[in-house]
C-alpha cells in the first residue's frame, strides 16, 4: 500500500466519477448499505436482491416522475465502526435518503449521523428499538421483535385453540424480543408458557432441548431463530418424537429452512409478512419476479429491503426527491402503502404498522394459513 | 469533510488499540488473542455509568480502570502458563467475556447497551481520540527508551535470564498487561459514547484478531510500524471499495503474505529498505 | 467430532510447534466437497472417498506454501499466518457457493433414528461415533506398529537424531499433514451431514475450539488430547444445563479451559516444557 498505489486508485475513482457523470443527471440516487462481505453475508445478500429487485421494478414502470432510481451500495459488513463513515459518506455525497439493509449495530450507529444532518433513514429489517429513537428523521418497515412475537399467541389461543406452549428462543436481540412480546400478550389468549429453553447462534445441536420437550409435553412449541438453527432444531424434534405443532417467525421464512429441515418442516407454522398465495399485486409482483431473477424463493430480507425502497419511491413519487425535510414529512405520511409485506402505516415514532401473515409449510412450501390483522394487538410502541 | 473525520476517529481508536497490544505482545512479549474484552469491558463500563447518568469524564475513567484492572486479573494468569497456553488463555478469556455479556440482562445481554448519551459532536470525539493516540503514542515511545521498556525487553527475549539478573519479571508482566488493557478501555469509553449503541458482537473474536493483525502488520514491537498497521488497516475497507466483494479474501492474503514474507511487518521491510539505501 | 479435528491438530503441533488454525479450512472444503459429490452421485461412499482425498491433498498443499518458508520464525508469525489463511479461504468459499449454505439433497442419515433407551440418535451421529473410535484407533495402531508410524513418533521427539537414523523429516511432515487433512476432511461431510448445512464459515469454531483442546491435552500429548475432547464435551453439554443463565456454551468451554491451566499450565497431560 504504498503512495504510488493510492494515488493511482484515487485517479481511477476520479476518472469513473467523472465518466459516470453525465448519466447521473438524470438518475436519483439512494444510499443502500448492508453486510455484502463478513458473517452476515447471507442476510446481506437478500437485502440486496430485495433492494435491486426493486428499482428493477420501479425502473420499468417508468420510474419516478421520469427519472430512473439508481442505488448507491455499500458494505458495512454489519460492523459499526464501517457503518458510520459510510453514513458520513452518504451524507458528504448528497444523498437525499439512505435506506439500511444492515444489522442494528451498524444501522444505530448510522442514524445517530443521518438524524444529525437531517436525512430520512430507512432501516429495513434491524430489529433493536433504540434505532428509530434517534430522531424523527428515522423509519423502520419491518416488525420489531416484541409485535411480531406478539401475533403467535393470538394464533395459538384463537386459530389453533391450543393452551399449553413452551418457548425455544434463540439468545439474541431478535429471540429475546420475540419471546417478550409473546409472553406480553399470551394470557389474554389464554395460553400458558409452561417452559422457556434458550440456546445460542452457533448451536446445531439439540439433544438437551429435545430431551426436555418430550418431557414437559406441550401442545405446541414456539420457536424463534433463523433458518441455520431453526432447520436443524425442528428437524431434530420430529426425529425426537415431538409431534406438537411447531410456529416459527420470519427467520425461517426462507426455502433454506425447508432444504434444511426436509420433511421435518412439514406443517410448521410461521408469522411473517409474505403470503405465497397473495392476491396483493405488490406482494405478488415481488414474489414472482424475485423467483424469476434469482432463481431462488423470496426471503423475509429480500421482501424488506425491497419494501424500503418503494417506502422511499412513493414518498418521493409525492414530494419530489430533493428536498430531504419535505420526504421525511411524506415518509411519515405514509398511509396503507400497498408494498411487498402487505399495506403498511407509519406511526409518529416511525415504526410500521402492518398485518401479520401465518404461513404453513405444505408440500414443501410455504402456503397461506391466516391472517392477524389487529391495529390494536399489533401496534408498535409509539415512543 | 465529516467522512473524513469519522475515518480518522475511528482509524486513532484502532491506533490506541493496536498501540496498547503492541505494548503486551510487543513489548513485553506476552501474546494476547483477547484484546477486543477488554475494548469491551472499558465500552460497557463507561456505557452503564453514562446511562446511569454520570458524567462523561468519570465514565471514560471507568472504562480505563475497569478494564486495567481486568487486565490485572489476566497478567496473573499469565504468570502461570507461557507462550502458546498463553495464547489459548486469552482467547479464552474474549469468549468468557462474550458469554458473561450476552447472558446477562444487567449488562444488556443480546440487546446490548442503547440510549448513549453523546456529550460531544463530531469533531470532540475526532479531537479526542486523535489526542489519547497521541498521548499514548508518546508513552509508547518513552516506555521503551525507559529502564522500564529495556525491562520488558528482557522479559520478552528470556524470561529466565531476566529474573537470574533480578529483575521482576512477575512485575513487568502484569505492568504490561494493565498498561495494555488500560488503553484498550480508552478506546471502548469514547466508542460506546460515539455509536450510542454497544453490543456484544463488536467485540468478538474477529475483533481481537483484527487488532492483532494490526499489530502484525505494522511491525511487532515497533510504535510507529504499529500506528502505521493500524491506520492502513482502517483505511483499508475504504479505499479498496472497487474490490468490495473481495475484500477478506484480500485481507486475509494480505495478513498471509506480511508473515511470509516480511514477518516483521511493515516497520521491518522499512528498516531493510533503510539499510539498503545506506549500505 | 471434536476428537477428530483435535487429533489432525495435535500431529502438526506435536511436529511443527505450530497453531494450525487453517485446518477449518480443510474441514469445510472437505464438507463443501462430500456435498457436491454426494448431491451428484447420489454416493455417499464417493462423497466421503472424494472429501478426504481433497482435503489430504490440500493439506499438505497448505504446509508447504504456508508452513514451511517461516518455519525459523517465532510462533506467532505461523499463528497469524494460518489465521489469514483461514479468513481468505472463508470468503473464497462464500464466493464460490454462495453466502447461504447447502443442504444435501438426500440424507438418510439426518432423518433416519434409533432409539437406545430415552435417547434417539440419528445414523449421522451414530456414524461419527463409529467413524471416530475407528480413525483414532486406526491411528493409534499406525504409530506404534507400522515404521511410518514409528518414524512419526522418533520425529515429534527428536528430529536430528531422527534423521542420522534415516526418517526423512520432510516426509513424515507431509504426511502428518495428509493425516490430518484427510480427518478434517473427513469431519468436514460429518458434521455437514449432522446438520444437512454446509456453510462457509462452519470450520471457525471448531478450529478454536479444537485449538483449545490440544492445549487441555497438553500438546503434542495425542492421549491427552483425546482425554481433552472427551471432557470438553461433557463439561460443555452440563455446564449448560447449570450455568446457562450466566454464561453461554463457548464461554463455559473456556472457563473450564482456564480454569484446568491455571492449576496444570502443561495441559492435562502434558510434561513440562
Not at chain 1, 452457533?202 to 414437559?216: E, L, M, N, P, T
Not at chain 1, 402503502?337 to 405444505?362: H, S
Not at chain 3, 542420522?164 to 493425516?179: D, E, H, M
Not at chain 3, 453461554?248 to 502443561?266: E, G, K, N, S, T
Amino acid at each position: 500500500m504504498s503512495f504510488r498505489m493510492s494515488s493511482s486508485l484515487v485517479l481511477a475513482a476520479a476518472l469513473g466519477a467523472a465518466l459516470a457523470a453525465p448519466a447521473q443527471a438524470q438518475s436519483i440516487r439512494i444510499g443502500f448499505h448492508a453486510p455484502l462481505t463478513g458473517f452476515a453475508a447471507s442476510d446481506g445478500k437478500s437485502a440486496q436482491n430485495g433492494a435491486e429487485l426493486a428499482v428493477e421494478q420501479i425502473n420499468a414502470r417508468g420510474g419516478i416522475n421520469g427519472r430512473k432510481l439508481e442505488l448507491v451500495i455499500y458494505d458495512d459488513q454489519a460492523r459499526p465502526d464501517q457503518a458510520v463513515p459510510l453514513a458520513n459518506k452518504y451524507v458528504g455525497e448528497g444523498l437525499k435518503i439512505v435506506i439500511s439493509g444492515s444489522y442494528s449495530g451498524p444501522t444505530r450507529a448510522a442514524a445517530g449521523v443521518f438524524q444529525g444532518a437531517k436525512i430520512p433513514y430507512i432501516s429495513a429489517y434491524a430489529i433493536h428499538p433504540d434505532i428509530t429513537r434517534a430522531g424523527n428523521f428515522v423509519f423502520r418497515t419491518s416488525f420489531m421483535g416484541e409485535v411480531q412475537g406478539r401475533a403467535a399467541p393470538k394464533l395459538i389461543g384463537e386459530i389453533l385453540k391450543k393452551k399449553k406452549v413452551t418457548l425455544l428462543t434463540l439468545n439474541n436481540d431478535f429471540g429475546q424480543a420475540l419471546a417478550a412480546g409473546f409472553k406480553e400478550v399470551a394470557g389474554k389468549f389464554g395460553v400458558q408458557i409452561a417452559s422457556e429453553y434458550t440456546y445460542a447462534m452457533g448451536d446445531r445441536q439439540f439433544g438437551s432441548i429435545v430431551a426436555s420437550v418430550k418431557k414437559d409435553e406441550p401442545e405446541v412449541l414456539y420457536v424463534s431463530g433463523y433458518f441455520f438453527n431453526g432447520g436443524p432444531l425442528v428437524a431434530q424434534l420430529r426425529a425426537g418424537g415431538v409431534t406438537a405443532p411447531i410456529v416459527g417467525t420470519e427467520g425461517f421464512d426462507t426455502h433454506n429452512f425447508i432444504s434444511i429441515a426436509k420433511d421435518a418442516a412439514e406443517g410448521v407454522m410461521i408469522t411473517t409478512s409474505l403470503d405465497r398465495d397473495t392476491k396483493l399485486p405488490e406482494m405478488r409482483a415481488f414474489i414472482d419476479d424475485y423467483e424469476k431473477k434469482f432463481n431462488a424463493g423470496a426471503d423475509m430480507v429480500a421482501a424488506s429491503t425491497h419494501t424500503a425502497v418503494n417506502v422511499a419511491a412513493a414518498a418521493m413519487r409525492k414530494a419530489g426527491a430533493d428536498d430531504p425535510a419535505k420526504l421525511r414529512d411524506a415518509i411519515a405520511a405514509t398511509r396503507d402503502l400497498p408494498v411487498a409485506t402487505g399495506r403498511i402505516t407509519f406511526n409518529a415514532a416511525g415504526e410500521v404498522y402492518k398485518a401479520a401473515q401465518i404461513q404453513v409449510i405444505k408440500g414443501a412450501k410455504f402456503r397461506y394459513f391466516a391472517t392477524i390483522d389487529d391495529p390494536v394487538l399489533l401496534a408498535p410502541p409509539s415512543k | 469533510m465529516d467522512y473524513y473525520l469519522s475515518v480518522a476517529t475511528f482509524a486513532a481508536l484502532n491506533v490506541i488499540l493496536a498501540l496498547g497490544l503492541n505494548l503486551i505482545s510487543g513489548f513485553c512479549g506476552q501474546v494476547s488473542l483477547g484484546h477486543a474484552a477488554f475494548y469491551g469491558l472499558g465500552a460497557y463500563a463507561a456505557a452503564l455509568l453514562s446511562v446511569a447518568g454520570a458524567p462523561f469524564p468519570i465514565a471514560i475513567l471507568a472504562g480505563v480502570l475497569v478494564a486495567g484492572s481486568a487486565g490485572i486479573v489476566v497478567g496473573f494468569a499469565a504468570l502461570r502458563v507461557r507462550e502458546d497456553f498463553l495464547a489459548i488463555v486469552t482467547m479464552g478469556v474474549g469468549f468468557l467475556f462474550l458469554g458473561a455479556v450476552r447472558k446477562n440482562p444487567w449488562v444488556g445481554a443480546e440487546m446490548g447497551i442503547s440510549k448513549i448519551p453523546s456529550p460531544l459532536d463530531k469533531v470532540g470525539y475526532a479531537a479526542l481520540a486523535i489526542g489519547a493516540a497521541l498521548a499514548l503514542v508518546a508513552l509508547s515511545v518513552h516506555v521503551r527508551r525507559s529502564w522500564m521498556g529495556r525491562a520488558f525487553g528482557a522479559v520478552a527475549q528470556d524470561e529466565d535470564a531476566a529474573r537470574t539478573i533480578g529483575i521482576d519479571v512477575a512485575g513487568y508482566k502484569i505492568a504490561a498487561f494493565f498498561l495494555g488493557t488500560a488503553a484498550a478501555g480508552l478506546a471502548g469509553g469514547i466508542y460506546a459514547h460515539m455509536t450510542q449503541l454497544i453490543v456484544p458482537d463488536a467485540f468478538n473474536f474477529i475483533q481481537s484478531i483484527t487488532v492483532l493483525a494490526m499489530v502484525v502488520v505494522g511491525g511487532i514491537g515497533s510504535t510507529w510500524g504499529v500506528v502505521a498497521g493500524a491506520v492502513l488497516l482502517t483505511l483499508m475497507p475504504e479505499l479498496f471499495r472497487f474490490i468490495n466483494d473481495y475484500k477478506l479474501l484480500v485481507y486475509g492474503a494480505l495478513l498471509l503474505a506480511v508473515m511470509r514474507f516480511s514477518p516483521e511487518g511493515i516497520a521491518g521491510l522499512l528498516r531493510r529498505w533503510l539499510r539498503l539505501r545506506l549500505a | 467430532m471434536y476428537a477428530m479435528m483435535a487429533l489432525g491438530l495435535t500431529l502438526v503441533y506435536g511436529l511443527l510447534r505450530i497453531l494450525h488454525v487453517a485446518q477449518a479450512t480443510v474441514f469445510t472444503l472437505g464438507a463443501y466437497t462430500g456435498l457436491l459429490v454426494a448431491n451428484h452421485v447420489h454416493s455417499l461412499a464417493a462423497a466421503f472417498a472424494a472429501a478426504a482425498l481433497v482435503a489430504g491433498a490440500l493439506g499438505p498443499v497448505i504446509y508447504r506454501l504456508v508452513y514451511q518458508p517461516i518455519l525459523d520464525r517465532p510462533p506467532f508469525v505461523a499463528l497469524v499466518a494460518s489465521i489469514g489463511v483461514l479468513i481468505a479461504m472463508e470468503d473464497g468459499f462464500r464466493l464460490a457457493f454462495g453466502p447461504y449454505g447447502l443442504s444435501f439433497a438426500q440424507n438418510p442419515w439426518f432423518t433416519t433414528t434409533l432409539g437406545f433407551a430415552e435417547v434417539s440418535l440419528n445414523l449421522a451421529q451414530i456414524w461419527i461415533v463409529v467413524a471416530a473410535v475407528v480413525l483414532l484407533s486406526a491411528f493409534a495402531l499406525f504409530a506404534a506398529r507400522t515404521r511410518a508410524g514409528v518414524a512419526w513418533r522418533a520425529t515429534v521427539s527428536d528430529p536430528p537424531i531422527a534423521e542420522s537414523f534415516g526418517v526423512s523429516v520432510a516426509r513424515v511432515r507431509y504426511l502428518a499433514f495428509f493425516i490430518a487433512s484427510v480427518l478434517a476432511g473427513i469431519a468436514g461431510v460429518l458434521v455437514g451431514l449432522l446438520n444437512n448445512l454446509v456453510e462457509p464459515g462452519m470450520g471457525g469454531v471448531i478450529a478454536y475450539k479444537g485449538l483449545a483442546i490440544i492445549v487441555l491435552g497438553g500438546l503434542g500429548n495425542v492421549p491427552g488430547t483425546l482425554l481433552a475432547s472427551l471432557l470438553l464435551g461433557v463439561v460443555e453439554s452440563y455446564g449448560t444445563v447449570f450455568l446457562d443463565k450466566l454464561l453461554d456454551r463457548d464461554a463455559i468451554a473456556y472457563l473450564f479451559l482456564i480454569a484446568v491451566l491455571m492449576v496444570r499450565p502443561h495441559g492435562l497431560l502434558g510434561k513440562g516444557a
